[in-house]
């Protein structure tokens, strides 16, 4: 089978499960982003995937051949770390062409490949500049060419864009993206940036506590979010309470919200809905009634936080759709039953 397999992997360090029977196919040529908060298993697995971390159990398949016991050096891939780990002391070029020179490949193959992947980060005629001369994005993309000189099947990356600056990391979201759109190759990055997945994922993977809590396109992440903590951890949601009353109606903070229902058998569950669906409308038009407590203008868009109740319910709007409303004043809110999500607590 072409691509990457992961089957009921485990890694335990004594009594602590850091990576819990995790299974997951990675079809070939599929951008992958383990997202999770820190202690999560995703750096774990990572390593275990590159065979810098040896599994407690379970099997790793890569294009159908199992490498679980492979050493690194065996399992044609390229790997991208936190730090980058380039030579100071070592040109570009030879930055570059390190991976080919200890393997004996002829000199001429090592400029000519040295050549091409300067060519393809955008840093033609570099080979001679020494390392320190570069600045922060240059020295990102040395460590990935240097990653992709042997022509990897499978190519892994461990926060590779955390120590940049804003600007630059969101050119290098792009940038990378696109180098592994154009080399079709089979990439997993591992993240703690929401955003940095959701730009650059074909498939996100959320996990908590060693286990996978949710794999699925960066879109369904974000709209059908699995449970409670991938619909907060992934954005910004409202997460709200929801429960049937004596009459069998869905009921959020106390008020009934038409054609909203709970799942059969449910009683009380938690519901979650993107700031982005939330309307402000008048108090007698909203289906929730609450006070504005704070409204915040960042250019782009417009963020009115309510509060209903002692719950506070985040509507965000563009500077055209802004609602007319300030601090102090009483207003409606609405929760479109097709943006909400129920989800079990």
Avoid at 38 to 66: V, W
Avoid at 157 to 183: H, I, T, Y
Avoid at 269 to 274: N, P, T, V, Y
Avoid at 292 to 321: H, K, N, Q, Y
């Amino acid at each position: 089978m072409s691509g990457l397999a992961i089957n009921d992997i485990t890694k335990n360090f004594g009594d602590f499960a850091a990576v819990d029977n995790v299974n997951l196919s990675v079809p070939h040529g599929t951008f992958v982003c383990l997202l999770g908060p820190s202690g999560c298993g995703k750096t774990t697995l990572l390593r275990m995937i590159a065979g810098l971390e040896e599994p407690t159990g379970g099997a790793i398949i890569l294009d159908g051949e199992n490498i679980t016991s492979l050493p690194t050096h065996k399992r044609n891939l390229g790997m991208v770390f936190q730090s980058l780990a380039l030579f100071p002391h070592l040109s570009v070029g030879d930055n570059i062409a390190y991976a080919l020179r200890i393997r004996g490949r002829a000199k001429e193959e090592q400029r000519k490949r040295v050549e091409e992947l300067l060519a393809l980060i955008h840093l033609p005629g570099f080979a001679d500049r020494p390392v320190a001369k570069l600045s922060g994005g240059q020295r990102q993309r040395v460590a990935i060419a240097r990653a992709l000189a042997l022509s990897p099947k499978l190519f892994l990356l461990d926060e590779p864009l955390s120590a940049l600056d804003a600007k630059l990391r969101e050119d290098m979201q792009v940038e990378l993206r696109q180098l592994q759109q154009r080399l079709g190759i089979t990439t997993i990055v591992v993240t703690h940036d929401q955003r940095e997945a959701m730009t650059m994922a074909d498939l996100v993977v959320v996990m908590g506590k060693g286990k996978i809590l949710q794999a699925a396109p960066p879109i369904e992440i974000y709209r059908k979010p699995a449970d409670a903590f991938v619909a907060d951890f992934i954005g910004i949601t409202n997460l709200l309470p929801i429960e049937a009353d004596s009459a069998g109606r869905a009921t959020v903070l106390g008020t009934a919200v038409p054609g909203l229902a709970l799942p059969a058998g449910m009683n009380k569950a938690s519901l979650s809905i993107r700031p982005e669906d939330v309307s402000i409308t008048a108090p007698r038009d909203g289906a929730l009634t609450g006070t504005v407590s704070f409204v915040r203008d960042l250019g782009g868009t417009i963020e009115t936080f309510v509060d209903v109740g002692g719950t506070t319910i985040i509507a965000v709007a563009t500077p055209r759709e802004r609602p007319n409303v300030s601090v102090g004043q009483s207003v409606g809110v609405v929760l479109p039953p097709e943006s909400c999500v129920v989800l079990k607590q």
